[in-house]
């Protein structure tokens, strides 16, 4: 935060301390996905923070075409990491999302999503029910989407993530434990990234870790804070943190890219506990040279998520772990257009300006004609995965993990 910017200092002055850092340079114009999509300074970083000093300032109302173009931002923070002023654009946005929930400029009322995650337990079971072959069916039927649509859950239904096949492979116990690690499932993660979750465990456990997931655990509120949801998010951490509390860990390990910067900087800002990303950890150990792979003479098209790259800045780890996999292949898609449109919730709330990026992502993948797809963001899986399989593309959609763990010999 900027040192003329006290924390006790109101919202208002919070948002246009944050905004003033902007210089206006635009060197983040070409990194914007929207901006990209759109070609309107509306749409671009520097447009919104525009927007977010004025209204702070009062010189500008909250006008539908105004909150929109604030609420179209993707969050990615591709420009965060270009900005040679080093504005803090994702606490700005932040801060000015729920300064406009709590003055009452935008509806206080909580988004469908963001109430299903709150309930982990809840969403894996409704999955799990929708993805039985029938019903799965008759909810991404026509007359069923024609039904929901003026509900707003026709979207939803079309975006439904399939739930991957678990292998029954037991998990040998540590004998020699390095030390004791947390890992952290999520919410929607702790459903369809379930192979993720026991692949993480089987690398670990091969490196000598005793590995932690206590079952009280469930969002991160990433959903909630980024909405503009304080309170939600304040209370998510809470009870996150109460699941930790007698853990004994001092590292938790995250394999879902998206929910890394709301547990860093969020929930488990300032306690002893140490969020690290799951590829970096993995890539930093000095005992990964004791792991061999199998080979596999396959092609893999590589798509790094927007918070792989400017949240956590682990993008280089990945490859240097895949890179252990004798005979494999790897593409790396090009940063731009950088967000596959996923984003969180967004594909659902944004359909036209996410179909648009995925489109742009899937062309550039499937140019490679990769035998499978590599992401490692839940968000992205699901949603590079539904639109492969609405174009007849025969490509897996596969977390680094999962493959790590596939081709781990010993």
Known sequence: MPANVK????????????????????LCLPHCPTYRLAASEAESPRGRIAFAQALAQGKLEPSASVLAHLDNCLACMACERVCPSQVQYGKLITTTRAWLRDTGKIPAGARMPGRLVAHPRLLGALLRAANLPGLRQLLQSRAIGALLRPFGLARMLAELPRLPRIESAAIPATVSARGK??????????????????????LLVALGYEVVVPAAQGCCGALALHSGDAAQADHLAQAL??????????????SASGCFGTLRHHVFSGSKIRVREIHEFLAADDAIDTLTFRPLAERMAVHTPCTQRNVARADGAI???LARIPLLRIDALPAPPGCCGAAGDYFLRHPDIADSLRTQ??????????????TSNVGCRIFLDNGLRQRAAQVAVTHPIVLLAQQLEN
């Open 7 to 26: 924390a006790g200092s109101t919202a208002e002055a919070r948002i246009a301390a944050l905004a003033d850092v902007c210089v206006k340079c635009g």
């Open 181 to 202: 690690v947390g890992l952290f499932p999520g919410c929607i993660a702790a459903s369809a990234d379930r192979d993720v979750h026991l692949a993480a465990r089987r």
């Open 241 to 254: 943190r109460a699941a930790f509390a007698d853990s004994r860990i001092d590292t938790l390990l995250v």
């Open 319 to 321: 490859a240097r772990l």
């Open 361 to 374: 992502t899937l062309d550039v993948a499937c140019a490679c004609d990769p035998q499978q797809l590599i």
